[in-house]
């Protein structure tokens, strides 16, 4: 009978630190996912602010990502809208560049 005891005892807290086991690996296995996602959206929403603030210096419209009229002052890189805007930049690059 005793030794019946035991047996119940031994299976239940096997049964429980299974559990537990279980729960810790659900556990991880959320904060890997959250992780990655967090991860991956910041970098989504930091991207898209940096799109979304890039404006040609010269008649203010905002250019996104486009990179094709491209010029540099100072060690900073400045894009613009056309080949227009970036012509008159390079002519008088101090009057744009601080904008
Ligand atoms: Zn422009």
Redesign the pocket.
């Known amino acids: 009978m005793a030794l019946e005891l035991m047996k119940k005892t031994i299976g239940n807290t096997v049964a429980l630190v299974t559990a537990a086991f279980g729960l810790v690996a659900a556990l991880a296995w959320n904060i890997a996912i959250h992780t990655i996602f967090t991860t991956f959206f910041e970098t989504q929403i930091m991207r898209l602010h940096l799109v979304t603030r890039m404006k ?1 210096p ?2 203010g ?1 905002e250019i996104g990502d486009r990179k094709e009229f491209g010029s540099e002052h100072n060690g900073t890189a400045y894009y ?3 080949l227009v ?1 970036k012509e008159k930049f390079d002519k008088e690059p101090k009057r744009y560049a601080d904008k």
């Open positions: 040609d010269v008649c419209m613009f809208c056309s805007c």
